[in-house]
């Protein structure tokens, strides 16, 4: 295994599209390390992309935007004063991942690009409306972060192509965002299953709102139907059920040692119920 | 066989220089490089914690950073928790309070709580458990474990 | 306890009846291993190396069962750096019983039995070479049909794991998987359900929990080809290891020695041998020595977890609560090898109870799983979820108090027990009083919030035993105990000596003895160490106290018989012996080597008083109605300990038992796929209790003196995870409204019980 640690992002497209082999790309290491130990993936190339300047920067753009650097810690997503603020729904599903340990190091471009449909950060970069920089060979391109992942442990990037940043839209108004998990322990788990919400309200009625589904097929799934049930809606009764509904019908879920398709069908739509209200709860209250 | 790479780190304030393979991890590097095994390989899967050191300052688990990757680091591992002869606050009241039966998962649980006092001097019980999620230990059912670390908290707060 | 050393115990009489109080024991102080514990200085299994050392790794199947056809090594042994290979060929032939059963799980012959099974190893220059290696060894294996379920290895067509294993206690008619059978009780139970007002019968299963200890097995081994050879290993009893080692290998046992490290968690778990005959067959092979560390999926696809269980229960009682008969089928899957302990969950199913007429019946199945190994209170636990749940059903059918009825039934002391003898002073109702009395048991619940009320016996062990106790010249003692400190033991065992000799504790060093400085000790299993080790320094103490009262009266020129000892001095033992000064003991040891030499005390023997022990566990659960998630939010643990010797500890085995039970009731279980594999191999998905999972764990010592112990000592380590299991499957009960009968009460597991509105 060859380790390498550009100093650009240019470079480590450059040493990418010239290896050979299984390449890497290491940030906070917390799914490439794992492969490596239990060797289910030895990579012949990684790059540490750490040494790039600015990757572990946060930064509000002045249209309200705000760019994540690609090797950002979660503990540092989480001591941030105002991106979770803006986005505590985004900063809760990175938070999730893993122990304080793991926080230190684990980072969302990793999370997205481990293409696992229970990663936890995921659905709630999908609710949020974030999108990817990608560069490569032949230059930078903008991706919506859904569109990364296209079946498990597999994402649409091509060879040298990378994430340089990731980008979160500008909050605005009277709007918020929040993400749940269902999990048998109370940490140290992987999701069952994973729901995003993120809605913007007219004085008490939802005008806009994507809902994402993780866990329960084999990418995460931004639901329509979901948003369709509570936009135009006050969250109530007969919405939150009509939601829970959409949410269940989405499901393409399968059995495995974490849980079964029945049960991830019928959470789906509890956990799509609870995190909807704690959205639509945030959109009203003090964080704006 | 791969060729090794030299690194330089600080551990415990000393500077440090090894050759390892990038296929080593952290933990390899400080138990069978620097004979400093007081960080333990549980799992090798970040799951347990029982290898918990700190990385300029920030806890991880060091079976999930490469030794390579410490070029340039501070590291501090439970080895330097002491100061000399004198144990840090909450060495002594991990030993009062009995919170270790077999010992194996407290250098990890001792570093995590270090860093969380550091950060948070005044935390509640539900916040201690949480922070301490990633530290498993088998033995104690945690109860006096997490005595320990409010206990410490409270005695640092009074003497600050 | 490994089912030939079970010894049903015979009761004693070593309690000191004189003692009124102690100076020592009860006390709370710091241990003596705690510094090197907090510092990271204490050398566990993996932290030892050696000049010149080598690296293991093990090749393991990845079939549940196949036949091994051919293993090629010439790939791996071309790696660079790669100095020894070993498979079947390099171990001993012609062994019989538990050595040859022993040897088959350690490395396969003709068979792999078990995904994860181990079937060649290789010894490198560094880890990662002998990891390279490992993927270089070929092994063609003919898939052979599998079975992982109990019930369904006990079907009639279920793939046979090994048709020579059946002893003779099995009955006509069984698949060949069903191994050993066992039966006992007394009276006559179908006319005591005739005389039953109710009669209630159900089934539990229980699936396969691991140990979960922290540490992975490890161990650094060298071996000469003179037969003499050095083991450095992780073990709950080195002298196991020494023979088990010595056998597989063709040693002679005392040309082995063997030195158990810093232990990081055992629970049972390392009780036995796994990979430190391979490290001594690779350094024999090599000539050098050998460090072999398990990664956790090792630790999880290839050792002990505990068995799988399948279980009938009928109890019948009177309105008034009364049990009128019990009886119990036991159906435990022990893996690819004989050995569950099936007769222990038989026994200890109804042993809290006084019953006219019992009856339990065991199978002990094999199937292709890892080898079971003890798991605290082996076979006791699952026995008691079944037995403690019938209890619960009938009182909530019948409206009666959980804790009443089980006073009412209590075995009290002199009671016949469900397993045979009669009952010496026991505890059961002093912790059944003890619960009632807790505000525990009488503080509200809120909504959606149940409570479970179970109660436990676990036998405890004695063990052969040998303990050595030296005085130094200043005054000081060293005692060399053989039983592994797995919790703290060095305290206890620090403590009973200082109650004895009358010296302060901090003067006393307690030291784990290899196996080339003491004699034979059983493993430190059993609830035993405190128990029979303390037992055995106690007795060495007073040993050297004999010889320091001696040199007292040959210096005072008065009879032996005129001295006695007393706070740390001879002092004549009444106003007819002499006026003299207390002699205290730094005075004689100072003297010693010209009063007759160095004053020692020693102990051999195999105490048989261990003394049963009871416990019971009040759990408050709440249950989320829409995902089936449980939360424990309040538990209280009741036991008895006979006499707290260092209550502190006592407490922390109570919670440990306690969480381990949380674990095994909520979220653990050995998960197989069609194929046969093990799916949770790592710590992510084989989830024990973490910190954020737990309440504080309210533990309640309950002492009854144990009559069999000079202090009234009573094994501690094992029954506190007997009542766990039922109190938890009660609680989210009583809180979901409707029975869980199958462990682990996952929450899938629970929604569907909801959903079927009544039993699941």
Request: hydrophobic share 40%.
């Amino acid at each position: 295994m060859d380790y390498h640690t550009p100093a650009s992002f240019d470079e480590a497209v450059s040493l990418a599209t010239s290896a050979s082999g299984i390449t890497r790309f290491l940030a906070g290491g917390t799914d490439v390390l794992v492969q490596l130990r239990a060797d289910i993936v030895t990579p012949d190339t990684l790059i540490d992309i750490k040494h790039i300047p600015g990757v572990r920067d946060i930064t509000q753009n002045a249209d309200g935007s705000w760019t994540i650097g690609v090797a950002a810690p979660g503990a540092e997503m989480s001591e941030h004063p105002q991106l979770g603020q803006d986005w505590p729904g985004v900063v809760e599903g990175m938070d999730l991942i893993g122990s304080t340990q793991v926080q230190g190091r684990a980072t969302l471009v990793g999370n997205l690009c481990n293409a696992s449909p229970a990663a936890d950060s995921v659905p709630a970069m999908v609710a949020a409306g974030a999108t990817v920089t990608v560069t490569g060979p032949d230059g930078t391109r903008t991706v919506a972060v859904e569109d990364i992942p296209t079946a498990p442990g597999r994402t649409s990037l091509a060879k040298g192509e990378m994430i340089s940043a990731v980008n979160l839209p500008a909050r605005g108004e009277n709007a918020g965002d929040a993400y749940l998990r269902f999990i048998p322990r109370t940490e140290m788990d992987i999701a069952v299953v994973g729901c995003g919400v993120n809605l913007r309200l007219d004085g008490d009625t939802i005008v806009e709102a994507r809902v994402s589904l993780g866990a329960v097929a084999p990418t995460v799934l931004l639901v329509q139907e979901c948003a369709d049930a509570i936009i135009g809606t006050t969250l109530d009764e007969a919405a939150l059920d009509k939601l829970a509904e959409a949410a269940s019908a989405a499901c393409n879920p399968i059995t495995d040692k974490r849980g079964t398709i029945k049960f991830r069908t019928h959470v789906a739509g509890v956990l799509a119920k609870r995190t909807a209200q704690i959205a639509y709860d945030r959109a009203k209250g003090a964080s704006k | 066989m791969t060729r090794k790479t030299h690194v330089t780190a600080t551990v415990n304030g000393d500077t440090v220089e090894y050759l390892c393979d990038p296929r080593e991890t952290l933990l390899d590097v400080l138990r069978d490089r620097l004979n400093l095994t007081g960080a333990k390989e549980g799992c090798g899967t970040g799951d347990c914690g029982a290898c918990s050191v700190t990385l300029d300052g920030r806890l991880v688990c060091s079976c999930l950073v490469l030794g390579v990757e410490a070029e340039g680091k501070q590291i501090e591992t439970v080895e330097g928790l002491s100061d000399g002869d004198i144990l840090h606050p909450l060495q002594q009241k991990f030993i009062e309070h009995a919170a270790l039966q077999c010992g194996v998962c407290t250098p990890g649980v001792l570093v995590a709580a270090k860093s969380l006092l550091e950060k948070n001097p005044d935390p509640t019980e539900t916040e201690v458990r949480y922070w301490l999620a990633g530290n498993l230990c088998r033995c104690t059912g945690y109860d006096k474990i997490i005595r320990a670390v409010m206990d410490t908290a409270a005695d640092l707060r009074e003497a600050s | 306890m490994a089912l030939d050393e079970y010894k049903p115990q015979s009761g004693g009489a070593e309690l000191d009846g004189e003692r009124k109080s102690f100076d020592y024991v009860g006390t709370r102080p710091e241990r003596p291993d705690g510094l090197d514990k907090v510092t990271g200085r204490a050398k566990f299994g993996a932290d030892a190396h050696a000049p010149g050392m080598l690296f293991g790794a093990v090749v393991r199947s990845p079939h549940a069962h196949a036949r091994i056809l051919r293993i090629d090594t010439s790939k791996a042994e071309a790696l660079d750096g790669v100095k020894a290979i070993v498979t079947r060929a390099d171990f001993a032939t012609g062994l019989t019983g538990e050595f040859a059963n022993v040897l088959e799980n350690v490395m396969a012959g003709e068979k792999a039995l078990y995904d994860g099974h181990a079937v060649a190893a290789v010894a490198a220059t560094s880890a990662l070479a002998a990891r390279d290696a490992v993927k270089l060894i070929e092994v063609e294996y003919e898939v052979l049909p599998h079975v992982t379920d109990v019930d369904a290895a006990m079907a009639p067509d279920a793939p046979v794991i090994n048709d020579s294993y059946a002893d003779a206690s099995v009955p006509e008619g069984f698949n060949a998987n069903v191994v050993r059978y066992h039966e006992s009780g007394h009276g006559d139970v179908e006319a005591g359900f005739a005389e039953a007002d109710m009669v209630f019968e159900d089934t539990f299963k229980t699936e396969a929990t691991h140990q979960g200890y922290i540490e992975p097995h490890a161990c650094l081994g060298s071996l000469g080809n003179d037969g003499k050879g050095e083991l450095w290993c992780c073990t709950q009893g080195h002298w196991y290891a020494q023979k088990y080692c010595a056998a597989l290998l063709g040693l002679e046992t005392s040309q082995l020695r063997v030195t158990a490290s810093e232990i990081g968690g055992g629970f049972g778990g390392k009780t036995t041998v796994f990979i430190e005959p391979v490290a001594l067959a690779l350094s024999r092979k090599a000539n050098r020595p050998v460090k072999l560390v398990m990664s956790r999926s090792e630790v999880l696809r290839a050792t002990g977890p505990t068995s799988s269980a399948s279980m009938d229960i009928k109890i019948g009682f009177k309105t008034d609560g009364t049990i009128t008969a019990a009886e119990g089928t036991f159906r435990l899957q022990g893996g690819a090898f004989p050995g569950a302990p099936m007769e222990f969950s038989a026994m200890c199913a109804f042993a809290c109870y006084d019953l006219k007429n019992v009856r339990q019946v065991g199978y002990d199945v094999v199937a292709n799983r890892p080898k079971q190994a003890a798991y605290r209170a082996p076979g006791a636990p699952m026995a008691a979820f079944a037995v403690e749940s019938v209890i619960d059903m009938a009182c909530n059918k019948m409206g009666l108090d959980p804790i009443e009825v089980r006073l009412k039934n209590a075995a009290r002391d002199g009671s016949k027990a469900s397993y045979g003898p009669r009952f010496d002073q026991i505890g059961m109702v002093a912790t059944l009083e003890a619960a009632k009395a807790h505000p525990h048991y009488a503080a509200p619940l809120e909504p959606g919030q149940g409570r479970g009320v179970a109660s436990g016996f676990w036998f405890n062990h004695g063990g052969e035993t040998s303990v050595s106790l030296a005085l130094s010249e200043d005054g000081t003692a060293q005692v060399s105990v053989g039983t592994p400190d797995i919790g703290g033991s060095r305290a206890s065992m620090a403590l009973m000596a200082a109650e004895v000799l009358g010296i302060p504790y901090e003067n006393i060093r307690v030291t784990i003895a290899d196996t080339a400085t003491l004699g034979y000790n059983d493993v430190s299993h059993g609830s035993r160490v405190t128990y029979a080790s303390g037992l055995a320094t106690i007795k060495a103490a007073r040993a050297a106290v004999e010889k320091l009262c001696q040199r007292a009266a040959a210096k005072w020129g008065i009879p032996e018989d005129a001295v006695k000892w007393e706070n740390g001095c001879a002092v004549p033992s009444g106003p007819n012996a002499g006026d003299f000064d207390p002699m205290p003991l730094a005075d004689i040891t100072a003297t010693m080597g010209q009063t007759g030499g160095p004053i020692s005390g020693h102990f051999e023997a195999t105490p048989e008083g261990a003394g049963v022990s009871f416990g019971t566990h009040i759990v408050d659960a709440e249950v989320d109605p829409e995902t089936g998630a449980t939360k424990i939010v309040r538990y209280t643990v009741v036991q008895d300990a006979g006499k707290a010797v260092h209550p502190t500890y006592v407490e922390g085995q109570y919670q440990g038992g306690a969480a381990q039970g949380i674990g095994w009731a909520l979220n653990e279980e050995y998960i197989y796929g069609e194929d046969g594999r093990l799916q949770n191999t790592v710590f992510l998905d084989y989830r024990i209790p973490v910190a954020s999972d737990l309440p504080m764990i309210d533990a309640v010592i309950v002492e009854v003196p144990n009559p069999g112990h000079p202090f009234g000592v009573r094994g501690v380590g094992e029954t506190g995870i007997v009542p766990p299991l039922a109190a938890i499957a009660n609680a989210v009960s009583n809180a979901a409204g409707v029975r869980l009968k199958s462990l682990p009460m996952s929450p899938p597991k629970i929604l569907e019980a909801l959903e079927a509105g009544g039993d699941a």
